[in-house]
């Protein structure tokens, strides 16, 4: 095993990996990523079908306010196109499927006052959490010690909307109302600015597409950068005097390390001593979300013809809500629907054919039998992802921010931790791990 030494070694080859070592470098320092996957991007993930198209089975998304990713594809020189949205989405409530246009869909005016009442209560509520401390709002024993879905208990009366501000937050969290603290759902929602950024695409965190695949604005970054691909890092060595990183097939000394991995997994790193307090509890208590991108090609977007964006809002599982995922030229026609949370944890005990099935019934029943045979189908089990272990990212549980929050970007000696869970604004998002690098 050979031994190297560099100023600082980076633990994980994602947006904020890549990120930290690139700022190293324009700062003169050396900098090794040890990268478990055989690629680079972490929760990004660009595959390209045979015969064609490419799809994103992970993180694809930018929009306004994500200023350091908007930066970056400036800077990498990577070209970008607006998600499809021409015509009208679709809402199935019950069985019942109705087109509308914009963000709200027509529901019946009590639970469309309902749902509005409840949103702006949790925006309210949001902006009342210090995004650097949210474990120091005024309320915030109060709120640690909810779940979001007991807010949800007391504040949503209707049975529709119920079910769709379930479906609507579940595809913001990736994990059910039942699991997360209140406080941690309000501070992701003050990060993200509002719920109708955070669920928006015109205008919203939705809105825009790298061409060909957001993996490539990934790889563009590590151009120039000391990579090294397969290489998990097992264990940590550290003391006042440095560190000392033990990958498969390489030991690597430095000054520092930056670890950029989700808490999940940094949880499964020896660290030699051990990490102590709550930084050793955090990374246990700290659970990911669990999502699944399920992608169907066609030979054509048909729905367009039918003057649908391909967007559907549905209270029936396991897909809850769709988009229009073809590439920018038009064809083949992509339709990608998420399935979240505890769906995503059913679904993803299913064989690839079972989730090929399920997926194409969601699609048929919301834009029609010729949806259910695509060409292609693919998806990636993010959960069952050895090297994520969950997708978009890791929650808090009830009394986690309150009782472990102030760990959460604090260094362990020299040991440093990044990660779009240690970000304050657009925590979650690629714009979040790019922004957790600065420290």
């Given at each position: 095993m050979s031994s190297e030494s560099v100023d600082a070694v980076v633990v994980g080859a994602g947006f904020a990996g890549l990120s930290a070592a690139r700022a190293l470098g324009k700062r003169g320092l050396s900098a090794r990523v040890l990268e478990a996957r055989d690629r680079t991007g972490g929760r990004?993930?660009?595959?390209?079908?045979?015969?064609?198209?490419?799809?994103?089975?992970?993180?694809?998304?930018?929009?306004?306010t994500q200023d350091r990713v908007l930066r970056l594809v400036e800077e990498l020189g990577v070209e970008t196109f607006p998600t499809y949205t021409a015509g009208h989405n679709l809402l199935v409530v019950r069985g019942k499927k109705s087109r509308y246009r914009g963000t709200i869909p027509r529901l019946d005016l009590v639970s469309l006052?309902?749902?509005?009442?409840?949103?702006?209560?949790?925006?309210?509520?949001?902006?009342?959490?210090?995004?650097?401390?949210?474990?120091?709002?005024?309320?915030?024993?109060?709120?640690?010690?909810?779940?979001?879905?007991?807010?949800?208990?007391?504040?949503?009366?209707?049975?529709?909307?119920?079910?769709?501000?379930?479906?609507g937050l579940e595809t913001v969290f990736a994990a059910s109302c039942k699991e997360m603290s209140l406080l941690h759902a309000l501070f992701y929602i003050?990060?993200?600015?509002?719920?109708?950024?955070?669920?928006?695409?015109?205008?919203?965190?939705?809105?825009?597409?790298?061409?060909?695949g957001m993996q490539r604005l990934a790889e563009r970054l590590a151009e120039g950068l000391d990579v090294r691909l397969s290489s998990p890092v097992r264990r940590i060595e550290h003391d006042g005097s440095g560190v000392m990183a033990h990958a498969d097939g390489a030991s690597i000394r430095a000054r520092r390390a930056v670890v950029s991995v989700p808490p999940k997994l940094a949880s499964q790193i020896w660290f030699d001593p051990p990490l102590v307090g709550p930084r050793a509890e955090l990374v246990k208590k700290t659970p990911m979300g669990a999502a699944i991108k399920c992608t169907a090609v066609y030979e054509e977007p048909f729905w367009r013809d039918d003057g649908l964006s391909g967007m559907c809002v549905s209270d029936e599982g396991p897909i809850h809500v769709t988009f229009d995922n073809s590439p920018p030229e038009g064809t083949p026609g992509v339709l990608m629907g998420f399935c979240d949370a505890d769906s995503a944890r059913a679904l993803g005990k299913l064989s690839e054919a079972g989730r090929r099935n399920a997926a194409g019934a969601c699609f048929a029943r919301y834009f029609g039998e010729r949806a259910r045979a695509p060409r292609a189908y693919v998806d990636h089990v993010w959960e069952l992802d050895s090297w994520s272990g969950g997708c978009y990212g890791a929650f808090m549980p009830p009394s986690v921010w309150t009782s472990l929050g102030p760990a959460i970007r604090a260094p362990e000696g020299r040991i440093h931790f990044a990660g779009t869970e240690t970000a304050t604004v657009w925590s979650g998002f690629i714009d979040g791990a790019i922004d957790s690098r600065a420290r």
């Open positions: 990004t993930y660009t595959k390209v079908l045979p015969g064609g198209p490419w799809v994103d089975l992970g993180g694809q998304w930018i929009g306004p006052l309902n749902i509005s009442f409840a949103q702006w209560r949790l925006e309210s509520m949001s902006r009342k959490v210090p995004l650097e401390a949210p474990w120091q709002a005024a309320k915030a024993a109060e709120w640690d010690a909810r779940t979001l879905a007991s807010f949800l208990d007391a504040n949503v009366k209707t049975r529709t909307a119920r079910a769709l501000i379930e479906a003050h990060s993200g600015k509002d719920l109708d950024m955070l669920l928006g695409t015109e205008g919203g965190a939705q809105a825009t597409r790298i061409k060909g």
